[in-house]
């Protein structure tokens, strides 16, 4: 496997995830090895997903703080792919309290993957946020 194959897997898994939805992406180095891609949903009530990539690990962020941690393309593929389409599905549901966000998503099979980030929360800001899904082409 090349140096780089982690980055053009997350290329794929990107166009895949969004090949029939109303969005566009854009792709930046952050560094020689982190790469950032961002998915830009056309419906404004939609949350904006970051997926960032590097050889040891990949970080997908989304909402008001939710970030997730998974090991590195392309073992992580299924996992990633299934986690950005439950985004743009709508799934990702954020609660807002203490400047903590505690996130839950639902997965296609079912299950729930919860976690918590403090991550750029204001304090004193209260709500519940459940973000509507991207729409088609």
Excluded: C
């Excluded at 996992?79 to 639902?106: C, F, H, N, P, W």
């Amino acid at each position: 496997m090349g140096d780089n194959d982690w980055k053009s897997v997350a290329g794929v898994v990107v166009d895949r995830v969004t090949e029939n939805l109303a969005a566009s992406i854009t792709t930046r180095s952050l560094s020689e090895k982190l790469t950032e891609f961002k998915i830009h949903p056309d419906n404004s009530d939609s949350t904006d997903i970051t997926l960032i990539v590097s050889a040891s690990d990949v970080v997908i962020g989304a909402g008001n703080g939710t970030q997730i941690e998974l090991p590195a393309l392309p073992e992580s593929e299924s996992r990633v792919t299934t986690i950005l389409r439950s985004i743009a599905d709508g799934k990702l549901t954020e609660s807002i309290r203490g400047g903590m966000v505690t996130y839950q998503l639902e997965l296609p099979d079912g299950s729930v993957l919860e976690g918590r980030t403090m991550k750029g929360v204001p304090l004193g800001r209260h709500q519940s946020v459940s973000y509507p899904a991207y729409q088609s082409k």
